[in-house]
């Protein structure tokens, strides 16, 4: 008898139950009134005293161990069946997805280009670390001339024939390396990251996203520069948005103008995004000086064009109402989840 409860107690490990039924078949096996732990106990009545206590004490053990193999098997039958339920269940709701978002500087670079390629732009890149040539001097800054110090410039690499190896302040660069393998007809814009010897703060980083655009083509003229700027400005800010261009002046383009758009938050009535001018500074433009045209072989007696730069930051702070430019650089999570529903 001693032999047949350690064997029982040892074959218990072994059982397995496929289904509800499977299990009530091995609970009447061993449990049931004609089952195996009864017919142990029927015989206990026979078995001699000095033997009882030991026997006793088997038999208790098997008890246990069979209601504790029953009821584990039973509770990962149950949980098979919850998973399954939970799997059949079509109406239940999905599971949360979590997703990344877009930086707001890419929505709206990619929504700046979207809009230009709807009236034939094309995108155009070009390098971080220029020279020069294509920074200043193809774009008319003079060596001497006080246009240079706009720009607090990050120079790489000085070179004995002036042309220093440096990071861009502008993607006004790629204007020219357009021209350089393109004749005219051109439309492009050209967006990129660019670099300028800053103190970082609110207003000001030493690293920021601009996108510049140039149309060349035979009678180009202002009043094509203030129509496309228009059509820009209404795609961008509402169909209500008004622009104003005021003049300014960049080396690269003559007549030269800076365009503000109509304060989207007031209406142009005048609030402390406006500073009360119910005007808000978006982008340079102008013409193209034809001495741009020319150093880079192309004859501004048949062509003529126009040319416009804007920061994206600055555009994003607009439409977003963000107030501080390091937000754009620091990833904080709290920030971009907010732009997690813009796609
Ligand atoms: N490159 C100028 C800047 O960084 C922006 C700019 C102004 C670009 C006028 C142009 C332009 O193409 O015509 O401030």
Not at 152 to 180: A, C, P
Not at 183 to 200: D, K, L, M, Y
Not at 210 to 233: H, P, T, W
Request: hydrophobic letters at 35%; a negative charge.
């Amino acid at each position: 008898m001693k032999q047949r409860i350690k064997q029982a107690i040892e074959n218990l490990k072994q059982l397995t139950a496929s289904n509800l039924e499977e299990l009530e078949q091995l609970r009447i096996q061993y449990l049931g009134k004609k089952g195996l732990l009864n017919e142990l106990f029927a015989q206990f009545k026979n078995v001699p005293n000095e033997e009882k206590k030991e026997m006793g004490t088997l038999l208790n053990e098997l008890k246990t161990s069979i209601q504790t193999k029953i009821e584990s098997l039973k509770d990962s039958l149950e949980q098979k069946n919850e998973q399954r339920i939970q799997i059949d269940d079509l109406t239940k709701p999905s599971y949360l997805q979590t997703t990344g978002s877009r930086h707001p500087i890419s929505l709206v670079r990619n929504e700046i280009v979207e809009i230009f390629s709807r009236i034939g732009y094309s995108v155009e890149e070009g390098p971080e670390i220029e020279d020069d040539w294509h920074v200043f001097s193809a774009l008319n800054f003079p060596p001497e001339h006080p246009a240079r110090d706009m720009q607090d410039t990050f120079f790489v690499e000085e070179k004995t024939d002036g042309n220093n190896i440096l990071l861009r302040t502008h993607t006004s660069s790629v204007q020219v390396r357009t021209m350089e393998k393109q004749q005219p007809p051109i439309r492009i814009i050209a967006p990129g990251r660019v670099f300028r010897n800053e103190t970082i703060s609110a207003r000001a980083h030493c690293i920021f996203h601009q996108v510049e655009g140039l149309y060349i083509d035979k009678n180009v003229s202002f009043v094509d520069l203030k129509q496309s700027l228009l059509y820009f400005a209404r795609e961008m800010f509402g169909k209500d948005t008004r622009i104003r261009l005021r003049p300014s002046y960049f080396p690269f383009t003559e007549p030269s103008a800076e365009m503000d758009i109509s304060c989207n938050l007031c209406n142009g009535k005048g609030c402390n995004v406006c500073k009360g001018t119910g005007w808000l500074e978006i982008m340079g433009c102008g013409m193209v000086d034809p001495n741009v045209l020319e150093a880079s072989n192309i004859d501004s007696k048949v062509y003529s064009g126009f040319a416009f730069g804007m920061g994206v930051e600055r555009i994003a702070m607009l439409k977003y109402g963000i107030n501080d430019l390091r937000l754009y650089f620091e990833n904080d999570i709290r920030f971009l989840n907010q732009f997690k529903s813009i796609i």
